[in-house]
């Protein structure tokens, strides 16, 4: 479930120096939540009932699924949620937290689960990792089911319920991480130097605590930090550390501080370290062993330590005027930390609304102040530390401008990046919008209103070809009444260059169509007024270049298709001889007009024409004169019928006609018309008149013929047969004489 986590050491610390604030496309799950306390009962097929049972009296709305009301002691409940509609590709649902084991159910089948359930449905606590649940294709509008175990204080989701692409988890986490991972590296950095002067130093008990706090709070931040599971995916090995170094800073700050105060005497702060350090060693033992699980230590922790700051502010508050300037600033920024420590306590035990409260930066700033203090003190005795100082300085001084100026290099390629990044996302948008029109003009209304935004800043014109194989302007942009704008049509060529200045860039939009093959059916021209030269569009000008002419290639593969589209659409609806509509298109229309006059009751009139005595025709004549006389028949059909009737050739010689909305006495008159002017019309080919033709009309229709709309085709046919037998070269209408 977590492939991220398996990332090597190496590349992991290469993200976390490289990593660039991104904006993450993560789609927040935060409303329409509902829960339900208890646990389910389960089909024999072992799946949870309350994933196929909608019981909506069961179910009840919640701002967010974390600690539902009237808990009364249950550690079991459900929530669910309709996942939104839009769907990622590789869609993940992240979560930061959950108290404390959990099973997740999507379309009736379980997805993830995080820890064991027992027969009971409990279970054992196993950490506070995040979450990273692989959602199936389709998930879009489903609900999604979570069972939830807690025996600890909190029960349910805690902290963000997401839905983001699985290749942007591992940032996001990084992310969120990094400033953390970075104090804590600090800190570290700080408490080894600490625990190197607690060995040189006279003031050892000082430089002591300051490296157990320091180092503790480095451990406490790593282990904490979400990213720690991309070291090594152990939850529970990393929640013991959090545990350990968390329970050890109450130690290392009244170590500190009765050290500061040994003048006064302050029993209670001596009381409050020593009370820790054997809560530090009884809890972690206990949870080892198993007698209680590691997420119950943690509340009393809490309370205690609430406890002990209020114990060790007044012992401080009564003796503040009595201590030293760095002392005083010392304390003060114990008091940031503490302040801190405690809103994130508040987060954690949901009394306040979830944050990412910044205890890393009390950390620093309580650590910087400790060593600065330390630093100074010592400055006092000992001259030679001043000389390090100013090395030290020296040094930083060097790294921070060379920090800035990799920082400079980088804010230059993030903005190199997001300006890619930017014209990919908008190539991609026009290329999806390409792809659902249903022909060159809706594609180039499309193109119209994109090239603007694809193109920029660069100003230009989007060309169409004509018919004349010029190309005639569209849209420009850019010029704003500067000067004057592009030329309303191009003629040069249907290959144009690729650049005719400096300043000038033409990209063709060629495509490729199976009657006239490649052809060049838009243009794209850019002027840039010197920019291109000079490179000033902060990018460089080759690169956009090339991605001009990439997405110009895109666009033309794009266009390509559709043209193949609707040829192919033509090509199965049309009779390549006659230039008709063919039998696959008069099934399809017919099935759709019978529909359509017998629910809105309207007359409607089927013709069925067949030429008369056709084989003898090609006998003598033979079939390319035949493929002649046929053409000369659709063509006179053409010219005989309404443009809201449509004539198809049936097959071989003959032809049917549809007529929408047509009484009998209509399609008679229709049918007769058609009989005349195909017996008046010659069949000419090669200079060589080949003599009239004559046809059979049968005529049927709905709903003077009783039966079904549907019906009529057989009975045109059996009134076409009647007209043959009775002598051809005539219109029979079927009821008239046959029964």
């Known amino acids: 479930m977590r492939g991220f986590r398996r990332l090597h050491l190496i590349p992991l610390l290469a993200l976390l120096l490289i990593v660039p604030q991104i904006a993450h496309a993560a789609q927040p799950v935060t409303t329409g939540w509902e829960y339900r306390w208890g646990d389910s009962p389960v089909t024999s097929e072992g799946v949870p009932e309350w994933t196929q049972d909608e019981n909506p009296g069961q179910w009840h709305s919640i701002a967010f699924p974390s600690n539902p009301p009237d808990r009364a002691g249950r550690s079991n409940v459900w929530f669910r949620v309709t996942l939104p509609a839009a769907e990622l590709p590789h869609a993940v649902l992240y979560i930061y937290s959950i108290d404390i084991i959990a099973q997740v159910y999507l379309d009736g089948e379980q997805i993830y689960q995080y820890g064991a359930f027992d027969d009971q449905g409990r279970g054992r606590f196993e950490g506070w990792p995040w979450h990273e649940i692989k959602l199936p294709e389709g998930y879009g509008q489903k609900p999604i089911y979570f069972r939830v175990f807690s025996d600890y204080t909190d029960i349910g989701l805690w902290g963000e319920v997401a839905i983001m692409d699985h290749s942007e988890l591992a940032l996001y986490i990084i992310e969120n991480s990094l400033e953390s991972l970075i104090i804590a590296c600090f800190s570290t950095l700080i408490g ?9 130093q006279s003031q050892k008990r000082t430089f002591a605590s300051v490296a157990l706090f320091t180092l503790s709070s480095s451990v406490m931040l790593v282990s904490g930090s979400q990213a720690s599971l991309l070291f090594l995916d152990k939850p529970l090995f990393w929640e ?48 080892l062993t198993g007698a209680v699980d590691l997420s119950s230590t943690f509340p009393v922790f809490d309370a205690l330590f609430l406890v ?42 949901s009394i306040l609304p979830f944050s990412r409260v910044p205890v890393s930066w009390g950390i620093l700033i309580f650590s910087v102040v400790m060593v600065l203090i330390a630093l100074l003190h010592v400055a006092r005795t000992q001259k030679a530390l001043t000389q390090l100082n100013m090395s030290l300085e020296q040094q930083v001084e060097e790294r921070t401008a060379s920090a800035e100026a990799l920082a400079r290099r980088e ?4 903005r190199m990046l997001t300006f890619e990044n930017e014209k990919s996302r908008v190539l991609s948008n026009v290329i999806a ?31 169409r070809r004509t018919a004349d194989s010029h190309h005639e302007r569209l849209v420009e942009w850019g010029f704003g009444g500067v000067r004057d704008s592009m030329p309303a049509e191009l003629d040069i060529g249907s290959k144009p260059p690729k650049s005719l200045s400096a300043d000038t860039v033409y990209f063709s939009l060629n495509l490729e169509s199976a009657t006239e093959g490649i052809v060049t059916e838009g243009i794209v021209v850019l002027e840039g007024d010197g920019i291109l030269a000079s490179g000033e569009i ?32 033509k090509f199965s609806y049309e009779d390549a ?32 024409i067949d030429i008369d005595y056709f084989k003898r025709f090609n006998d003598t004549h033979g079939h390319e004169n035949g493929d002649r006389a046929l053409q000369s028949v659709a063509q006179v059909l053409q010219r005989q019928f309404r443009e809201s009737d449509v004539v198809c050739r049936y097959g071989g010689e003959e032809f049917v006609v549809i007529m929408p909305g047509a009484i009998t006495e209509d399609a008679r008159e229709r049918a007769q018309h058609v009989c005349d002017a195909v017996r008046a019309a010659p069949i000419m080919f090669q200079g060589k008149d080949l003599g009239p033709l004559t046809v059979s009309v049968g005529v049927a229709c709905w709903p003077d013929n009783s039966g079904r709309p549907a019906q009529l085709l057989g009975f045109a046919d059996q009134a076409l047969y009647q007209a043959k037998n009775d002598g051809r070269s005539r219109v029979e209408i079927y009821g008239n004489q046959i029964a």
Not at 253 to 282: C, E, T
Not at 411 to 414: E, G, K, S
């Open 240 to 287: 013991y550390l959090e545990a350990g170094s968390y329970y050890l800073l109450p130690v290392a700050l009244a170590v500190l501080l009765a050290d500061w105060l040994k003048s006064h005497r302050p029993k209670l702060i001596k009381l409050v370290w020593k009370v820790h350090l054997v809560y530090f060693v009884g809890a972690l033992g206990l949870a």
């Open 192 to 200: 080894l130097l600490a625990l190197v002067f607690s060995v040189l």
């Open 577 to 608: 001889l006659t230039g008709l509509k063919n039998r696959r298109y008069f099934d399809q229309l017919f099935e759709h007009e019978c529909a359509v006059a017998q629910r809105s009751e309207l007359p409607l009139s089927l013709l069925l």
């Open 433 to 463: 919008e390409l792809q659902d029109c249903l022909g060159l003009s809706q594609a180039f209304s499309v193109l119209s209103l994109a090239m603007p935004e694809l193109c920029s800043p660069l100003r230009g014109a989007l060309y």
């Open 538 to 569: 902060g990018f460089g000008s080759a690169r956009f270049i090339t991605i001009l002419e990439h997405a110009s290639q895109r666009i033309g593969i794009t266009l390509s298709s559709i043209v193949l589209r609707e040829e192919l659409q």
């Open 308 to 349: 002990s700051l209020s114990a060790m502010g007044i012992v401080v508050i009564r003796r503040f005027r009595q201590l030293s300037r760095g002392q005083q600033v010392l304390l003060l920024a114990y008091g940031v930390f503490c302040s801190l420590l405690i809103m994130d306590m508040a987060v954690a035990h």
């Open 411 to 414: 804010q230059a390629r993030v």
